[in-house]
């Protein structure tokens, strides 16, 4: 048989499955598109595995991995999927334009001190204003941002530091 | 035009047009099954080029457990059962011609390079069960254990994500 047979197939669903990942709005329509891509590079390797009668079997045996990466993928990212719709309500990736949560007003932690500013309150992000905040490193340098502003300057929303307490 | 070469054609038109359905159509569901037509077409693509194991592991995990797994996702989603009108974002203009763009590139590169690129399809021996588990448990005896580990930490990380209280405010 001639090569280009599987050849051309797995060229035309990877083209396919891109067109499908670029113009799904449906997140679980995304990875059915990135299936046909793995599925299509899988049809690439047994091929040229069966072409060059490879004795290590080295393209059906990485085609055995990529199916079972695939299925583990999917497994992880329809995880996140359904945890975005839970926290979102919706899977249509162009209208999740924002990386930052919604604006909460969550019960403050009891071990926190009682500085805390008016307006917005991210969860877990509460520092007493002031120098004598303790940096851990990596952190922005506080003349940077509002980090060692005054009470007045600074409120609780801590654009750099979103990490928990 | 040999026997393998016309079954391997209607077995790629059969992917192939299921492929499209899949990244075409207005019923979400309806994807998920084509998406299962196109998986088992290329099992048979793999029969026809004497992959056997490949062809039933494909049939097992991808067919079996890979499409019900997204056809919950659609349930969990709440995906609109049904013809729907808004799968489709603005990009599908620029979308079909990238992958045009994509399918010619390759097609172009592939038709130059293997021009006169033949296989000998004998059955068997290459893509037998006792070949393939010979070259795992031998030559990759070390990736099959890793991805081992791969799958036991997406496992957890699948069920740590599913938790009801991850990501509500104050649960951290």
């Not at chain 2, 992958?99 to 390759?106: C, D, H, K, R, S």
């Amino acid at each position: 048989m001639h090569l280009l047979f599987p050849l051309v197939l797995s060229a035309l669903l990877f083209a396919v499955g891109i067109y499908g990942l670029l113009a799904r709005r449906n997140a679980v329509l995304l990875l059915m598109s990135v299936e046909l891509m793995l599925n299509a590079v899988n049809l690439d390797l047994v091929a040229f595995d069966v072409w060059l009668r490879d004795n290590l079997h080295n393209g059906q045996t990485l085609t055995l991995f990529v199916i079972t990466v695939a299925a583990a993928e999917v497994g992880l990212g329809l995880a996140i999927v359904l945890q975005v719709f839970r926290v979102r309500a919706t899977v249509a990736i162009d209208e999740l334009v924002e990386l930052a949560e919604p604006d909460t007003q969550p019960a403050l932690p009891p071990d926190q001190p009682a500085a805390v500013q008016p307006g917005a309150v991210q969860p877990g992000a509460v520092r007493p204003a002031g120098p004598a905040t303790a940096r851990r490193p990596g952190l922005a340098p506080a003349g940077a941002v509002t980090l060692g502003a005054g009470p007045a300057g600074s409120d609780g929303a801590e654009p750099v530091d979103g990490a928990p307490s | 035009m040999t026997a393998y070469e016309v079954v391997f054609s209607l077995l790629g038109a059969i992917a192939l047009g299921s492929a499209v359905l899949v990244v075409s159509t207005s019923n979400v569901v309806r994807a998920a099954l084509w998406l299962v037509v196109t998986l088992g077409a290329i099992a048979g693509c793999y029969l026809v080029l004497t992959a056997e194991f490949v062809a039933v592991v494909q049939l097992l995990i991808y067919v079996g457990a890979v499409v019900v797994l997204l056809l919950f996702a659609v349930m969990f989603t709440r995906a609109p059962i049904g013809p729907a009108t808004d799968l489709d974002s603005r990009n599908r203009p620029i979308a079909a011609l990238v992958a045009l763009a994509t399918a010619g590139l390759l097609i172009t590169l592939l038709v130059d390079a293997f021009r006169h690129a033949y296989t000998d399809l004998t059955a068997g021996a290459p893509g037998s069960a006792e070949a393939l588990g010979g070259a795992v448990f031998r030559t990759y005896v070390l990736p099959f254990e890793v991805v081992s580990v791969l799958l036991l930490a997406a496992l957890i990380g699948a069920i740590v994500l599913s938790r009801p209280d991850v990501g509500t405010p104050g649960s951290r």
